[in-house]
């Protein structure tokens, strides 16, 4: 049996030898930037570059969004029988297991996610989302309503058209799939532009589509900053709606493209600030803590619902806290995200490190009492040492702003009541947990937390039948899940005179 040791020399071979497509892909083929145009992407664990990508703006948008809408005018899509459609993706979900290694060696290396968590986590679920989203294409139908008997009314749900996705680099391929599974699967051509620090698994991805036996030009992808192939593929008139992921700011930058374009639809996955709530008598006090270090610094604490805000129940807050610095300043330990053993990689680049090391220095001058971390480790990259702050009040930044980064906050609360108000003081409202053994409270806790998702004793948990999104800045919309599939058709009305 292979050691760790020699899986990281395995890993680190494979990735000095790796050669990886870095052009667009348009129309089922790859091609070059109208003008030649490139940009590099930083290996964010070494701080050097990865390699020099095709830079897409309005001319390759352009392109891409015209191939999208000849493949959806000609029906090759969205007119492709339900089974066959559903076979397509089933393939693709085959050939991202496959493919496996070679997607998580991609990301691993974009943006320092650890290749443990990338073969564990982020590879199994995306290939999950095309084979739940594939299984669900012959599961949409209309409706025949009930009308006088000189009337026959139906209802058709068909697909919108062209459809862009324009996802972050925190979770490459998976968040992708969030979007381009339940697109495709309702019928409809994409254009997808993944974030500039990680294009590369969105190339493989669409390539695999093809093999797969989707048509070319269903989907394609655009590298390119936000501002833009970003900006241009939101803007763009024959684009029927976007499918967003990213921070709350360029969400509603999102909004305002849609008005100055088509009035095109946008569902929008933003920021969050989660807090979890951990009362007197939850179960069993060691599970918790498990959770609640987990929950903020699993991958890097760059997630979206990061369990950032420890709202810790008074009678319990000194034990909490003693077992959360006792065991949180030692589980999460910075390495080579190719060593399987590394758990917790670097930050996406160093411009974000300094933007979390700014978040760590204000929690000091604030007045929070800063238990472990707060430094970067000696290593090369952009590494941030996992941190807890105790002594946080929720006007503090720490407590308020999106970090992104492994930093927790913890707020003593004295009781249920006070644990509520602070968690919906927020602009976000993305995610939430509670624990607590009483089933009352935890029901009534559900009902007041100002969320999209609530987790009861345990936090992060789901499969694809959870709707996922948020209230407030945290966006709208919702990904995985039928909701999320019907988010991309629209409805027919046909009324037939039978007198």
């Known amino acids: 049996m292979a050691t760790l040791s020699s899986k990281l020399d395995e890993w680190r071979a494979r990735a000095a030898t790796a050669r990886y497509e870095t052009r667009h892909f348009i129309d089922g083929r790859f091609v070059e930037s109208v003008a030649g145009d490139h940009f590099t992407v930083i290996n964010p664990a070494t701080s050097q570059p990865l390699c020099e990508v095709s830079a897409g703006g309005p001319k390759e948008i352009d392109l891409a969004v015209a191939s999208a809408k000849r493949s959806f005018g000609a029906r090759v899509w969205s007119r492709k029988a339900p089974r066959e459609r559903m076979a397509v993706l089933a393939a693709l979900s085959r050939l991202i297991e496959k493919n496996a290694e070679q997607f998580a060696l991609l990301d691993t290396l974009c943006m320092g996610k650890p290749i443990s968590d990338m073969l564990n986590i982020d590879v ?7 084979a739940y989203f594939g299984e669900l294409i012959d599961k949409i139908d209309g409706a025949v309503t009930a009308t006088a008997a000189d009337a026959f009314h139906y209802i058709l749900r068909e697909p919108l058209g062209v459809v862009g996705c324009i996802v972050p680099w925190n979770y490459p391929l998976l968040m992708a799939a969030w979007k381009v599974a339940p697109a495709l699967a309702a019928g409809n051509s994409v254009v997808l532009k993944p974030a500039e620090q990680s294009p590369l ?32 593929l939101a803007l763009h008139n024959d684009v029927a709606k976007i499918g967003f992921t990213g921070s709350t700011e360029i969400g509603k930058q999102m909004l305002i493209y849609a008005g100055q374009s088509n009035m095109k639809r946008v569902s929008l996955e933003c920021g969050g600030k989660t807090p979890q709530i951990f009362l007197a008598d939850l179960p069993d006090i060691d599970v918790a803590v498990t959770y609640a270090i987990n929950g903020i610094f699993g991958n890097m604490g760059e997630v979206c619902n990061a369990g950032s805000r420890l709202l810790i129940d008074k009678p319990i807050a000194a034990d909490f806290l003693s077992r959360f610095i006792e065991r949180g300043k030692t589980a999460y330990r910075p390495g080579d995200p190719l060593d399987p053993a590394t758990n917790l990689g670097p930050l996406v680049t160093a411009s974000h490190r300094a933007r979390v090391m700014n978040y760590i220095t204000r ?3 604030e007045g929070a009492r800063l238990e472990f971390g707060g430094n970067a480790p000696d290593l090369p990259g952009c590494f941030v040492n996992p941190t807890l702050f105790s002594g946080v009040a929720n006007h503090m930044t720490i407590a308020r702003e999106e970090i992104f980064g492994p930093v927790a906050a913890a707020i003593v609360v004295d009781g249920l009541a006070e644990a509520l108000t602070v968690a919906n003081d927020s602009i976000y409202g993305l995610a939430a947990s509670v624990w607590t053994r ?40 919702r990904d995985k899940c039928i909701e999320s599939l019907l988010s991309y058709t629209q409805t027919k009305s046909a009324w037939i005179n039978l007198g």
């Open 438 to 477: 009483d089933l009352t409270v935890a029901h009534k806790t559900v009902r007041d937390l100002e969320a999209g998702v609530i987790w009861v004793n345990c936090f992060d948990h789901g499969d694809m039948t959870q709707p996922f999104g948020g209230y407030k800045q945290s966006g709208q919309g």
């Open 363 to 365: 929690g000091k001058t």
């Open 124 to 130: 199994p679920a995306a290939a999950m989302n095309f």
């Open 201 to 232: 698994s969105g190339l493989l991805l669409a390539q695999l589509f093809v093999e797969a036996g989707g048509p070319p030009g269903v989907l394609n992808v655009v590298n390119g900053l936000g501002e833009s192939a970003g900006a241009a």
